[in-house]
């Protein structure tokens, strides 16, 4: 199970933190995204961290958003800076058995997600 918070409005150039508390998963591989979707818009990959530290991000949002993960709580968070008004869309966290390398940005190869966390940026 997922559960995404952290979610709010915020005007351009602020920050927020997201988290996604995970529980139920014990597997020693694997990979957990961000993904956002905004209306009318594909669901796309925002960054990624697998079980071995490795961090992706896309190229919009480089600089501006750090993903970490908190193991002994079992939460991964999304920290984002500098926010801009296209940053705007419900924000979801995934989460996939085993690594991913560059195949962490197709959704398909999530086995779980959560409910989602809006954020708009005005």
């Known amino acids: 199970q997922l559960v995404e918070s952290g979610g709010g409005s915020v005007q351009a150039g602020g920050s927020l933190r997201l988290s996604c508390a995970s529980s139920?998963?014990?597997?020693?591989?694997?990979?957990m995204g961000w993904f956002r979707q905004a209306p009318g818009k594909e669901r796309e990959a925002v960054a990624s961290i697998d079980s071995d530290g490795i961090t992706t991000y896309a190229d919009s949002v480089k600089g501006r958003f750090t993903i970490s993960q908190d193991n002994a709580e079992n939460t991964l968070y999304l920290h984002m800076n500098s926010l801009k008004p296209e940053d705007t869309a419900m924000y979801y966290c995934?989460?996939?058995?085993?690594?991913?390398?560059?195949?962490?940005?197709?959704?398909?190869?999530?086995?779980?997600w959560g409910q989602g966390t809006q954020v708009t940026v005005s």
């Open positions: 139920g998963y014990t597997y020693s591989s694997y990979c």
């Open positions: 995934a989460f996939s058995h085993g690594r991913l390398g560059t195949w962490w940005i197709k959704k398909s190869e999530y086995n779980y």
